[in-house]
């Protein structure tokens, strides 16, 4: 009788350390999932960073990128010559940020004229735009 006991104990805490590690799976098999929204999020952070660096001083001294491209064009006239040289900057400043796919634009005084950019917009998917203005200049940055 003693043995029917000890069989019956034994059974018992086999099934309780099955039954944890079932428990155990399924709550690290839902935390493991994905989720879509954190590339959303990515993205958005991406266009943020980029365009907080564009627009940053490292001291007090310094000129933003951003300031000294609005003084290419005020000085300029927006004239096309002005509009080049601020678009081959534009160009070679966020192309050291590795961007796959960007577009860089001013949005008032130039009306939506893009600057630089990178692959194709029309085809672009989950945009995030970050935006800065400097003067009369606003400065809108797409990347998907």
Do not use: C, H, P
């Amino acid at each position: 009788m003693l043995d029917e006991k000890g069989y019956f104990y034994i059974i018992d805490a086999i099934l309780a350390v099955v039954l944890l590690l079932v428990v155990f799976l399924i709550v690290n098999s839902a935390i493991s999932i994905s989720d879509d929204s954190t590339d959303d999020i990515k993205n958005s952070k991406d266009a943020q960073d980029v365009m907080e660096i564009l627009s940053a001083k490292v001291n007090f001294t310094d000129n933003t990128f951003i300031g000294d491209i609005s003084k290419i064009l005020e000085d300029g006239g927006n004239s096309k010559e002005s509009v080049r040289e601020v678009s081959k900057i534009s160009k070679d400043r966020l192309s050291s940020f590795n961007l796959e796919n960007y577009r860089f634009t001013e949005n008032n005084v130039l009306k939506g004229k893009t600057l630089a950019s990178n692959g194709d917009y029309s085809k672009a998917k989950d945009v995030a735009v970050a935006t800065r203005n400097y003067d009369d200049y606003s400065y809108s940055l797409s990347t998907w």
